[in-house]
């Protein structure tokens, strides 16, 4: 009756029995629908007009959808409807992925984190992703329930603009999984926002480095840039950098300046480019002396 | 009949808290009424334009689609607090002048009201406007000189209000100098950001007069304003607040309310007698409403070895926007404040208020105070710094005290403290008063290599009421009823709650004169019906008017109870000393009547990497008289310091050729929880106004004025770098430290 938000348009919530009846559904009504969980993002570009579907498929009551698995072995499972909030309390994720609880943390606020979910902040594809960063260094792998069955994509090639993945219709994505990290491994998230609360990053640092003999430096680092770039930005030429010289301050100080000079970021209402960019050094250099620090 | 006394000076609960914390308490949008329609603005959304036509042919043949009303439908398409600059609705068909041109994003074309809210968005669509763009004028320093390109075609000048002051002789106070300092400041633009945007319903009462029921800060001149534009006695408008969810100088001007009386008078004489509702979306609020002014300012001030300032010298230009709104009386604020609460012998400040295609500038708490604080107070301690003297010693030697001048020649009125409130404030925060005058504290945080840490100080002074020879009074009427005592009593008045808890005030108040419990004073407020003119809930004014005005109501009716009157009924209106206008060659005026005053020291650091400032501690000292209640008093020391906080630090309204970029709060950012100092140490002083309500001084305004400055001084203690515009946002910060490399 009372409408708050006039612009909220009228939809339908399907909420169907099975994941291959939701593929489905989601592949019978291609660009009228998509896959619903936290919808954190999906009620306000509803509302905002950016998205007009008449469908949302609710997805999150599916079985395994929102539970939480570690095997020493095979590594970490999150259920795609997992809230962020379970995710950064969940004892295994803190223990093994304390990467990954950091990251979940510095979403938003703990309200909103009640709903969004880890699986829908990479679905989303922003370049801002909290979550992203840390799922990626981490080797994260998405299960898929797509119209042909289940399938995996690794997160390293899921990304293809603001917005664009490699999801078809009838895609659903059911579950994350994470191997087990590498030995002697840490990693840091650091997220500069322009409030301490509820902001998305200006810029977002994550770096997970590990001793690694292949390597000519003796250790690897993975490096990825949030809002640098149309897509999450893997600092290629930083980590090339750390792999091949032995680590010292200047090495550190030649990957983050790397950083700076491979990304190229856009000036909005957040940030000039400019400003990102020097961040991209500071905030990359800050993360890679607290990450050798412990791993050295 | 045990003693109740004492209810001033006690921390009584608000009694409307519990309310408004489990959300009972109605505030406008929350009301509805049977059969009610909804309404929904046009905005022209484009800065600058001359409507050719608009259509409406296809939204009123919508079903359910009530009427749509356009400026031919508007009885006085014109109005506005100060002049009557401003059409209601923009377009062709009124007998206003130049009513067919919009002149900021935010101008209303058009008002649909239908049978529910998403039919009058549909409709909405469905209008089509045709519109000649104009060029548009963004910047209120070239639109002051061109006299080409005009925002109201019907005045010679883009600008619309100047002031000047000339006391003593400049030159020759800068000629006895030893340092001179010249700068040049900008400060930013503010959106309020209350929580509850505009919204109202509006419909005919039983004595047949519109009624709006809306949150405004002043009933009366609401009504006024309403009247003026439908062209019907003040008596046949009445207009109610109900809760009303922060003002903040906000909402002193019209928004919803002469949409939503048109709205129903419109439909009463179409004989359809349904109430009309609206609710603005936080981004028709950013667009719609007022902000605080930016000020572009080049001044330069002199000063003796000794500390003696000697000459201040301040061009003010103000960017008022589309239309006037408070901008007159805003500036008038800026052009007293902007040289400090300092007596300095020679003083020249011209002011220029500018029409630009921006969105209006209005009141913001403070009124123009913060924008002189920033100009005075950075002077001062650039001054105190080129001279090698410590910023509270400069100070000293300088401060208006009883008796002082003002720069517009008329002496202050009686019950100067600033003395006071800057020695208390030093010691809190450890400055020393020695045989050789006052020493700052040394820092005992260690710098980093990337974290810098820096104290700053400011202090500053603010009128309380209105100013400039502007009418003020404040009406209050008291019934008390019983036989041989005092059973209950009843005050009527029309001070608007808006969040600072003025209703709980009157009651402490009325509690006290009359020796009665809390729980035995009714109040009926805000009802242009039933409550007398009381000025609006702004220039810290509150507490002191209409504590005045309930002193005098509660003395008229107890003389009535003497003489067996029952229920014994009286009124009482309060007039303050007289205050007169800006002389136009000298700016001689006796501005004001009553001042409050404080002083704050903020403890930061800066982060040299990122560019961010983190709050330690800030210590506020105010002066208020008598503190009514002083859980309130601190409420408003540390909500003014944290709105302060996003004016200083964080808010960044970014406004491009006439367009806003920044129309929500995910673009435009308000300090969180997470973000405010860790400590704001409030303390209160009570040095009586000679002339307030047992004493009382206002307060709500004044702990937002030396906020920003004392963050400059204090970012210039950690970096060495000052900082003439502001917010200090991150990037601005690193910009500034990069070039100091």
Same mark, same amino acid.
């Given at each position: ?205 994550? *770096? &997970?480095?590990?001793?690694? =003999? $292949?390597?000519?430096? @003796? ?7 949030? +809002?640098? !770039? ?20 200047? *090495? &550190?100080?030649?990957?983050? =300046? $790397?950083?700076?000079? @491979? ?7 957040? +940030?000039? !480019? ?23 | ?741």
């Amino acid at each position: 009756m009372n409408n708050a938000h006039p612009g909220l348009p009228e939809f339908d919530y399907i909420k169907p029995a099975t994941l291959a009846e939701a593929s489905q559904f989601l592949v019978q009504h291609e660009n009228e629908s998509r896959p619903f969980m936290g919808g954190t993002d999906i009620i306000v570009r509803m509302r905002d007009g950016f998205w007009k579907d008449k469908y949302l498929v609710e997805v999150k009551h599916l079985e395994g959808m929102t539970s939480i698995h570690f095997d020493p072995v095979k590594g970490l499972t999150i259920g795609a409807a997992t809230s962020m909030n379970n995710v950064a309390a969940h004892p295994d994720i803190q223990r093994y992925y304390p990467l990954l609880a950091e990251a979940a943390n510095s979403v938003a606020s703990y309200q909103l984190r009640n709903r969004a979910t880890v699986v829908g902040n990479i679905c989303n594809a922003s370049p801002a992703g909290d979550t992203t960063g840390a799922s990626m260094v981490l080797g994260g792998v998405l299960s898929v329930h797509g119209a042909g069955g289940l399938r995996t994509e690794p997160l390293t090639t899921f990304f293809l603009g603001p917005g664009k993945t490699v999801l078809k219709p009838g895609d659903i994505v059911t579950a994350i999984t994470f191997p087990i990290p590498p030995k002697g491994w840490a990693g840091k998230y650091i997220k500069l926002g322009r409030n301490a609360l509820s902001d998305l990053s200006i810029v977002g640092v994550t *770096v &997970l480095g590990y001793p690694d =003999a $292949a390597t000519k430096s @003796g250790y690897r680092f993975h490096i990825v840039l949030a +809002s640098v !770039a149309p897509v999450p930005f893997v600092a290629a030429a930083a980590e090339a950098v750390l792999a091949e010289k032995t680590i010292s301050d200047d *090495v &550190l100080d030649a990957a983050a =300046a $790397a950083a700076m000079d @491979g990304c190229k970021p856009i000036d909005d209402v957040r +940030s000039s !480019a400019r400003y990102r960019k020097l961040m991209v050094r500071n905030l990359t250099r800050k993360a890679l002396d607290e990450v050798w620090t412990k791993i050295k | 009949m045990s003693k109740i006394k004492h209810m001033i000076g006690k921390s009584i609960e608000k009694p409307d808290a519990r309310d408004k914390v489990t959300g009972q308490a109605l505030y406008p949008g929350d009301i509805n009424l049977p059969g009610q329609a909804y309404m929904k603005v046009l905005f022209a959304e484009r800065p600058h334009a001359i409507i050719q036509d608009i259509d409406i042919s296809k939204a009123v043949k919508l079903p359910g689609v009530i009427a749509v009303l356009t400026a031919k439908d508007v009885p006085v398409n014109e109005y506005g607090l100060i002049m009557n600059d401003q059409p209601v609705l923009c377009g062709p068909g009124s007998k206003k002048p130049f009513a067919e041109r919009v002149r900021f994003i935010g101008d209303q074309v058009a008002l649909i009201i239908a049978e529910s809210e998403s039919l009058t968005e549909q409709a909405k669509k469905m209008i089509n406007v045709e519109y000649q763009d104009l060029p548009v004028i963004s910047d209120a320093r070239e639109a002051k000189n061109d006299h080409g390109k005009l925002v109201h075609p019907d005045r010679e000048s883009n600008v619309f209000c100047h002031y000047q002051i000339r006391k003593g002789d400049l030159e020759k106070g800068l000629h006895e100098a030893d340092v001179i300092i010249e700068g040049e400041y900008i400060t930013p633009v503010q959106e309020h950001a209350f929580l509850q945007p505009e919204a109202g319903i509006a419909y005919i009462d039983e004595e047949d007069r519109v009624t709006i029921m809306v949150a405004g800060q002043w009933t009366h001149e609401d009504q006024e304003q309403i009247a003026h534009s439908l062209d019907l006695p003040p008596d046949k408008i009445r207009v109610i607040y109900p809760a009303i969810g922060g003002a903040f100088g906000g909402r002193e001007d019209m928004s919803v309310q002469i949409d939503l009386a048109l709205a129903a008078w419109h439909l009463m004489k179409m004989g359809i007698h349904k109430p009309v509702k609206t609710i603005w979306s936080r981004e028709e609020s950013i667009i719609g409403h007022h902000k605080r002014h930016p000020y572009f300012v080049k001044t330069r001030w002199g000063a003796t070895h000794e500390g003696k300032i000697t000459a201040a010298e301040v061009e003010l230009v103000t960017d008022g926007g589309a239309y006037a709104y408070t901008s007159t009386k805003v500036m008038g604020n800026a052009t007293l404040m902007c040289t400090g609460p300092y007596e300095i012998p020679n003083v020249k400040v011209d002011s220029y208020a500018v029409y630009t295609n921006n969105i209006p500038n209005g009141a913001f708490r403070g009124f123009g105070g913060p924008q002189g604080a920033f100009v005075a107070e950075c002077q001062v301690n650039k001054l105190a710094e080129a001279i090698n003297m410590d910023p509270v010693e400069i100070r000293m030697r300088n401060l208006l005290r009883e008796g002082s001048l003002l720069s517009v020649d008329t002496p202050m009125p009686k019950g100067v403290t600033i003395d006071k409130v800057v020695h208390k404030c030093a010691e809190k925060a450890g400055w020393k008063n020695t045989d050789k005058g006052w020493q700052a504290p040394a820092i005992s945080k260690k710098n980093t290599d990337i974290i810098k840490h820096g104290i700053g100080f400011a202090c500053s002074y603010k009128n309380v009421g209105f100013s400039f020879g502007a009418p003020e009074s404040c009406t209050a009427k008291v019934e008390l009823h019983g036989k041989d005592t005092i059973e209950h009593a009843i005050l009527y008045h029309s001070g608007a709650d808006v969040g600072q808890g003025a209703h709980t005030i009157f009651i402490q108040f009325m509690a006290e004169l009359l020796n009665l419990p809390l729980e035995k004073i009714h109040l009926i407020a805000s009802d242009t019906a039933r409550t007398g003119q009381s000025g609006s809930a702004s220039a810290s004014r509150i507490t002191f008017m209409a504590g005045n005005s309930i002193v005098g109501a509660v003395n008229n009716a107890l003389k009535k109870w003497i003489n067996n009157e029952r229920p014994a009924i009286a009124e009482y209106e309060f007039r303050p000393p007289k205050t007169t206008p800006f002389d136009p060659q000298t700016g001689k005026c006796q501005p004001n009547f009553s001042y409050g005053y404080v002083a704050q020291v903020v403890d930061l650091e800066v982060d040299t990497q990122t560019g961010k400032i983190k709050l330690d501690k800030v210590i506020c000292v105010d002066d208020v008289g008598k503190a009514v209640n002083p859980l309130l008093v601190r409420g408003q020391i540390e909500g003014a310091t944290v709105q302060a906080q996003g004016y200083a630090l964080m808010e960044n309204f970014i406004q491009k050729e006439g367009r806003t970029y920044t129309p929500t709060l995910s673009t435009y950012l308000i300090p969180t929880i997470l973000d405010i100092p860790e400590q704001i140490n409030s303390i209160i002083l009570e040095e009586a106004d000679p002339i307030g309500p047992l004493g009382a001084r206002g307060m709500g305004e004044m702990p937002f004025l030396p906020f920003t400055p004392a963050v400059v001084a204090a970012v210039h203690a950690a970096t060495g770098i000052w900082f003439d515009e502001f917010p200090l946002t991150p990037e601005r910060v690193i910009s500034k430290l990069h070039e100091k490399g």
